[in-house]
């Protein structure tokens, strides 16, 4: 795409064209979604406490208080303790946001249609994920206050430790698909749901779970809402915060829900591959030119965003549902059973996938016996058929 | 199965059963049973199953007829009966007793007669009329091979003839009823005993676990040694059970070994044993060096060719004609070619005269080895002269009495001490005729010395032991006189009625705890088994018997020799003269003392009331064997039985006249056939019995009726006396002449070991110290001065360096920091200087 | 005056932020902004790394030190963010100390970085390069990944030399941390390649001190008792 | 704008690592604070590492045949392992010390002085 425009206009003009339109289509994800996660929410736990939720606002099913909500923190006066670390205390809510929103970066929404196609997408997105504690802690820290700062420890403590288990579990389908590249992985998941990577095997489907349960942890969602206990610390990390920043910390929450939701779909229920492949059997694919390509992958799109949104409902159901955990159970359940299990669900799809013909094990093999075994005239033929391959690709 | 095996089975068998039963309790003897008991019945049934087999043999060789010579039937033997009358005339021609030859002859004829129920119940067979002119019929074989060096073999090996079943026969019946006997007489040692006799150094008894499995132990090696060395088929082999025996005797002896009498009597028995073993040892290299042969009869080797074995090659078969005509008479003693070569050896070495036949004949003719051959009798003889207690040498024995008395019964009585004699009797044909004279000389001195010692004696054992030693003296003047049978007979009587009566005196020691003539008297009242088994024993070897008509077995045996020794004074009247009177003399003396013993012990009135009150009758298990004991006393001399012990032992006689003494002119060895004719053994007969009547009249007179005073006459001779009770100063002789000088000479090297090298090595010791002393001095100041030097060196260092170590991180830093950019910078610079 | 080169200028930004917030670490005073600064270094030195080219090294880089180290690091501040903790005054003398050697490395290290003319400046990837490295990339995805060719896996060349797509660098780490070592091909002999472990031992060393490191951590940092405040 | 048109070479980057390991040397030896120390070694291993990133890539030098390849990477990548390690452990310490002496001040941890 930038390519194409680099042809009509300077490179670079097109290069930063390109980038501020792709910022501003990821942008939407935080903002848009936040909105309509809130009133998902709200909705949501109003029919699961038996309630009818926001009705006032007008709209049907008083969809206007999503709006009313955004006008109400935006208007809001922007306080900031005395004492309080007053840089810190600026920038931490934007750290958050950066962070959740940067992971969006490397997450396709369909077929190629990615902001930064990383090699190292899953990676990428976990770390980025994993910055986004900072700004809580750096919250936490600033406005000088004991809750704040329990909160923000507590933060810091959980999403460190569910890292561990939270790697684990992406491993798997990292394993099994031989790429850590988002794209070549769902790419991989082509077809119908079969193909989907939580069905691969036992232990991919048990692997979901427990990456369901280490991303809400890592996201500090309910039951693992430690950071912000309204019962307990009056509201955690941001209890001083209000307006706009803390309007960016909630972006910065929904963002990175969406953002590990659309992991989840990605990794475990084949991204933008439906259950059934419409696409391919209405023919839009590439082989029939750009513009169906193109129809198919916006198809694609809605699939995914439709999974995403599912996932996330998910998380607001569970957290309505399930009452929140103390700090010590929080801790055993990642250090006594998610990672064990992690580690365990690791080894199985290791072994499956070595095990089963066409695992990626077996495919590696061949590969590197003929690296050790064969003169280098044969890797510099298998140079060639590549060579000839990319060269015919790159014809069409 | 036929006896050429079945014999050396038996006998083998009989002689390796006590082995195995010694090896048993060896590994075992504690764990037998409580103390160790059942170590007792091992060793009683093993002693006992190898009687059985030796009687068995016994009866093979009997009831075979196996005693059967090759030319042995009667026609024969009274012709040949003839030819050693000529023989005999030939021999002393020189002397001018033609008459009496012929009346030997006469004698000859008629003795055949009045011999007859020997004759008869010889089965026909001439043995004892005449000199057998066959081989006797004997098996010997090589059981094993230990080595063979060239010509010699070093084999285990048989020899088996009557003589050889005979002593199997004896051995294992009066083992087996000593092993009973010592069931009562050892049966303190079941349990942890108090020994009086010794007292510690803290003033107490001596407390010590009882060794009752030991004592049975010993026995049976001794039994498996003993047998052994009568069965052996060559001489080395009876050299090598010899010294078991010797070395069975000094445990025995030592069996009490806390007492230092006991620990004493045991050395003094071993080391006087080395010095006849010693000469043993030389009549061995003799053998060796001159024969290269140690067996005594001739083996079938494997190839199946004869290996002459001493006998055939001291005796040859065949009759040789010299080269001067001098022919050599079949089985006459005749000096080895082998002897002959290496007396000439300077000749054949030097002169170079090669040993052709007839040059070794000639030489022969000129008594070259014939020497040899004496050195070889004698130190087989010097071995015989140790072990049975003969004269220079038989101070030994009545010390080895401190042993139990079983011991004393069977080992140093009946049968080790026997077997000096067995030895000589065995060895007899290869004895020159002064080699004979000498062992004559030998046992009449010991006979009559030890008798008239036995008079003074007042401890029991010890007049049986002065009475053993003058009968071995009896049996050694037998053979040495031509006796061969008459040595041999009274060696098995004597074992009998000897071993019966050391079992008395044991009962009687047992029954008062001690061994003092003096202490007891009129014991017959409360142990009469004791006292009249006793009796018989003492009839039996004082030699009662009616005349002419029947005796105790000590009656025939001792009278075989008196005639052997009547007949050899008939024919040389000096050296006759001595002997045959110190026998008769002895023989008086035996009567005297060993009535003596018997009335001090068991008749009169008791001396030691103290003593009397406890004495009791010993159990049964004691005297059931001194009954059995007695009835052989009593019979074992009969010579009208079909298997009398003369007609066993002419079965085993080898043929061939007695040697002759070359050396000594005049003096002539009759044949012992002879001495069984008239007049001498008449003679013989009514000599002993009145001199030994005199003997039994003193001793009444003395001990019995009390009609003398011992005590008068002993003041009366009191120099006799004192000689008498000092046993002819014989320990102090031997004390003079060997023990001081060698403690002297011992303690002279001590002094010059203790002043001069100990003084050295004193000396020697403290230059050492001083060098290093020296040494310490250097290695403290010098040496170590140094090494604390760097230390301190190092030490101001750190010191000084540690003030760098600031404990600041943040200095560290910089101090790295500034360690590298100087690197760097020097490195630059080198970089820069080199290029 | 050419076509900019968006490389170099991503290149600078970088590199100033990365310098710029390492310097402030020095300067701050305070430990927590002292964290937010490092934070800060740290991610752009990892925005230098994706321009390396190491884009693994860079999401590594990412993960471990900004997403790991460093919430450990501010763990550790907060544990022992007391007022008078917060900010240890440094003597000038150290700081004097301190720039002096500070001078001394930049006069060592700058210049030795300049030395060599070959490394001024980098040069225009060619097609054959880019060829040969995509050969690799693709031989490794293809064979790893169900021979299919990732999408966008073959960079294009474009006029200024900026690879748009960040070339796939994530297998052949694997691999060679596997042993295969896929970007020397031809390079070693036959006859040395199955010997050739690549960095397999030092792999399997560095987890099991990870192991043994995590360990350590947890026994050495269990509270005991506290000493009395001095 | 002469410098942003051509291509960035090696010894940029050498010159940024260079920066960062100065400061890390520097804020080593200036910070009393523990925890500061150990965000200068964080900061040193990220100049080294920046080195090696830099030798490894093959953009970067006009003889790109003599880069160092996936050595550099592999390399930094052990070298931001270890420094994980090292953190975890050095922090462990801290706290240690700070459990014990109530003080995180590198200066007052100087029992072991000359």
């Known amino acids: 795409m930038a390519e194409a425009l680099a042809n009509y206009l300077w490179p670079w003009l097109a290069y930063l064209s390109v980038g501020l339109l792709q910022c501003v289509l990821l942008l939407l994800v935080p903002f848009v979604g936040a909105m309509f996660f809130v009133w998902v929410e709200r909705k949501v736990s109003a029919r699961i406490q038996d309630r009818l939720g926001p009705t006032r606002c007008g709209g049907k099913f008083g969809w206007l208080q999503l709006l009313a909500d955004g006008l109400k923190l935006i208007t809001k006066e922007d306080l900031r303790p005395g004492d309080a670390d007053a840089v810190l205390f600026r920038i931490a809510p934007y750290i958050s946001f950066c962070a959740s929103f940067a992971a969006l970066l490397a997450l396709p929404f369909s077929n190629g249609w990615v902001a930064q196609n990383l090699d190292v997408g899953v990676f990428f997105i976990l770390a980025v994920l994993g910055l986004e504690v900072f700004g809580v802690i750096l919250a936490g820290y600033a406005s000088a206050s004991k809750w704040s700062l329990f909160g923000a420890m507590r933060e810091a403590a959980q999403v460190v430790s569910y890292e561990v288990p939270l790697g684990m579990c992406v491993v798997v389908p990292v394993l099994i698909t031989g790429s850590m590249n988002l794209v070549t992985i769902g790419q991989m998941q082509a077809g119908f749901f079969t193909q989907w990577l939580v069905f691969h095997d036992p232990f991919t489907f048990i692997t979901f779970w427990v990456y369901f349960t280490c991303a809400t942890a890592s996201v500090n969602r309910a039951p693992f809402d430690l950071a912000e206990a309204e019962s307990e610390l009056v509201a955690g990390f941001h209890t001083e915060y209000s307006g706009f920043r803390w309007l960016a910390f909630f972006m910065a929450e929904y963002g990175s829900m969406f953002a590990v939701s659309g992991l989840a779909a990605i990794l475990f229920f084949g991204g933008w591959n439906g259950p059934i492949p419409i696409t391919s059997m209405l023919g839009l694919t590439p082989e029939n030119g750009p513009v169906l390509a193109w129809i198919g992958n916006l198809l694609g799109l809605f699939n995914f965003i439709f999974k995403c949104v599912l996932g996330v409902t998910f998380m607001v159901w569970v957290r309505w549902t399930l009452p929140r955990l103390r700090i010590d159970q929080v801790m055993q359940v990642c250090l006594k059973y998610c990672t064990p299990i992690a580690a365990v669900m690791f080894l199985g799809a290791t072994c499956w996938t070595y095990l089963l013909p066409g695992g990626v094990g077996l495919r590696a093999m061949p590969y590197a016996q003929r690296y050790v075994t064969s003169a280098p005239a044969d890797a510099a033929a298998e140079l060639d058929r590549i060579a000839t391959t990319r060269v015919a690709r790159g014809g069409e | 199965m036929a006896p050429d095996a079945s014999l050396p089975l038996l006998l083998g068998l009989a002689w390796l059963l006590p082995l195995v039963s010694f090896t048993i309790i060896v590994l075992f003897g504690p764990k037998l049973g409580k103390a160790g008991i059942l170590a007792s019945y091992l060793a009683t049934g093993a002693i006992i199953c190898s009687f059985l087999l030796s009687i068995t043999a016994f009866g093979i060789w009997h009831f075979g007829g196996l005693g059967a010579r090759a030319d042995g039937d009667g026609a024969h033997s009274t012709t040949i009966a003839a030819t050693p009358g000529d023989m005999h005339a030939a021999e002393d021609a020189k002397q001018e007793a033609d008459a009496h030859s012929d009346g030997a002859h006469a004698d000859a004829a008629h003795g055949g007669e009045a011999h007859g129920a020997e004759g008869h119940a010889a089965g026909g067979h001439g043995a004892g009329h005449s000199v057998p002119t066959s081989v006797p019929n004997h098996y010997t074989k090589d059981w094993y091979s230990l080595a063979e060096f060239g010509p010699l073999k070093m084999s285990i090996s048989y020899y088996i003839d009557s003589l050889t079943v005979l002593m199997f026969s004896m051995v294992t019946l009066i083992a087996s009823l000593i092993h009973f006997y010592a069931f009562g007489y050892m049966h303190d040692e079941l349990h942890a005993i108090e020994d009086h006799e010794v007292v510690l150094s803290n003033g107490h008894h001596l407390h010590r676990p009882g060794r009752f499995y030991r004592f049975f132990q010993y026995l049976s090696l001794f039994c498996f040694s003993m047998l052994g060395l009568v069965i052996a088929g060559n001489i080395l082999m009876v050299f090598v059970f010899w010294e078991l025996v010797g070395i069975c005797s000094y445990f025995l002896i030592g069996f009490y070994i806390e007492r230092r009498s006991a620990s004493n009597a045991a050395n003094k028995a071993f080391i006087v044993n080395r010095v006849g073993d010693f000469g043993m040892i030389i009549g061995l290299m003799a053998l060796w060096g001159s024969l290269g042969t140690f067996a005594f009869g001739d083996i079938k080797n494997a190839e199946g060719k004869v290996e002459h074995g001493i006998f055939s090659t001291v005796r040859p078969a065949e009759q040789i004609a010299g080269p001067d005509g001098v022919t050599h008479e079949p089985f006459s003693l005749r000096v080895p070619d082998g002897m002959v070569k290496s007396a000439a050896m300077d000749k054949i070495t030097q002169e170079g005269i090669e040993s052709t036949p007839d040059q070794v004949e000639v030489w022969r003719q000129e008594k070259y080895g014939y020497w040899l051959l004496i050195i070889a009798g004698l130190g087989i003889f010097c071995g015989c002269v140790g072990k049975s207690a003969q004269f220079p040498l038989h101070v030994w024995l009545p010390d080895a009495m401190e042993g139990p008395t079983p011991v004393s019964a069977l080992v140093h009585s009946a049968t080790m001490v026997a077997a000096g004699v067995y030895l000589a009797g065995r060895f007899y044909p290869v004895f020159t005729g002064e080699v004979l004279l000498i062992i004559a000389y030998i046992g009449a001195i010991t006979l009559f010395m030890a008798a008239t010692i036995a008079i003074t004696a007042v401890d029991i054992k010890r007049v049986l032991a002065y009475s053993t030693v003058s009968q071995l003296g009896y049996m050694m003047l037998g053979i040495g006189l031509g006796g061969w049978a008459a040595g041999l007979f009274h060696l098995v009587t004597h074992a009998f009625f000897k071993s019966l009566l050391f079992m008395c005196s044991g009962s009687v020691i047992h029954a008062t705890h001690t061994n003092d003539m003096r202490r007891m008297g009129g014991l017959r009242h409360k142990m009469p088994w004791t006292a009249y088994t006793m009796l018989i024993g003492v009839l039996a070897i004082y030699g009662a018997a009616i005349p002419f008509v029947i005796g105790f077995s000590g009656h025939y045996s001792k009278d075989s020799i008196i005639a052997q020794s009547l007949s050899f004074w008939q024919l040389n009247p000096r050296h006759g003269a001595i002997l045959s009177g110190l026998a008769i003399a002895g023989s008086g003396i035996t009567a005297f003392y060993m009535f003596r013993m018997w009335f001090m012990t068991f008749a009169g009135k008791p001396r030691d009331h103290h003593v009397y009150e406890h004495v009791h009758e010993s159990p049964p298990v004691m005297y059931v064997p001194l009954v059995v004991l007695s009835v052989f006393a009593v019979t074992a001399g009969f010579p009208w039985l079909p298997f009398s012990v003369p007609k066993l032992l002419e079965q085993a006689r080898y043929p061939g006249a007695v040697a002759t003494a070359p050396l000594l002119d005049k003096v002539v060895f009759p044949e012992e056939y002879l001495s069984h004719l008239d007049p001498f053994h008449s003679q013989a007969e009514i000599m002993i019995t009145f001199v030994a009547l005199g003997g039994l009249a003193l001793a009444v007179a003395f001990y019995g009726l009390r009609l003398l005073n011992p005590d008068e006459a002993k003041s009366q001779f009191a120099p006799i006396y004192r000689v008498l009770w000092n046993k002819y100063y014989f320990d102090e002789l031997y004390a003079a002449i060997f023990i001081r000088p060698v403690m002297f000479f011992s303690k002279m090297i001590a002094n010059f070991d203790r002043w001069f090298i100990d003084g050295l090595i004193h000396r020697l010791a403290a230059g050492v110290k001083k060098l290093s002393l020296l040494d310490d001095a250097i290695d403290r100041y010098f040496i170590d001065g140094l090494v604390n030097l760097l230390a301190a060196w190092t030490w101001s260092l750190g010191n000084s360096l540690r003030s760098l170590e600031t404990g600041r991180l943040r200095q560290y830093v910089m101090f790295i920091v500034i360690g590298t950019v100087a690197l760097t910078l020097l490195v630059r610079w080198s970089v820069a200087a080199g290029g | ?230 | 704008m002469q410098i942003l048109t051509q291509s960035v070479g090696v010894s940029h980057y050498l010159v940024v690592g260079a920066v960062l390991f100065i400061s890390g040397v520097v804020c080593m030896a200036v910070k009393r604070n523990a925890l500061g120390v150990l965000m200068g070694i964080e900061l040193v291993l990220n100049g080294a590492n920046v080195n090696f990133v830099a030798f490894g890539s093959k953009f970067l030098r006009s003889d790109s045949a003599y880069a160092l390849g996936l050595d550099g990477q592999l390399i930094s990548l052990f070298v931001i392992v270890l420094a994980a390690a090292e953190a975890a452990v050095a922090l462990a310490i801290t706290l240690n010390f700070y459990n014990n002496h109530s003080t995180v001040d590198v200066d007052r941890a100087d029992e072991l002085k000359g």
């Open chain 3, 1 to 230: 005056m050419g076509p900019i080169n968006w490389h170099t200028f991503f290149f600078y930004l970088y590199a100033l932020v990365a310098c710029g917030f390492a310097v402030a670490v020095v300067i701050s005073t305070s430990i927590v902004r002292m964290a937010l600064y490092l934070i800060v270094a740290l991610g752009a030195t990892a925005g230098l790394f994706f321009l390396a080219g190491a884009d693994f090294v860079g999401a590594m880089q990412l993960m471990i030190y900004v997403g790991g180290t460093l919430v450990l690091l501010i763990f550790g501040v907060m544990l022992t963010a007391q007022g008078p903790l917060v900010s240890l005054r440094t003597t000038g003398g150290d700081w004097i100390v301190a720039m002096l050697l500070a001078g001394c490395l930049a006069a060592l290290l700058i210049p030795a970085g300049l030395t060599v003319s070959s490394w001024h400046t980098g040069h225009p990837v060619t097609t054959a390069e880019k060829d040969a490295q995509d050969v690799q990339t693709v031989l490794v995805s293809t064979t790893i990944a169900h021979g299919v060719p990732t999408a966008g896996g073959l960079p294009d060349a474009d006029s200024n030399g900026i690879p748009d797509k960040q070339p796939i660098t994530a297998a052949p780490l694997g691999m060679g941390l596997l042993g295969a070592r896929v970007d020397k091909l031809g390079d070693v002999p036959e006859a040395l390649r199955p010997g050739m472990s690549g960095y397999l031992l030092p792999f399997e060393v560095i987890s099991v001190h990870l192991l043994v490191v995590l360990v350590g951590a947890a026994y050495l940092a269990r509270s005991k008792r506290r000493a009395p405040n001095r």
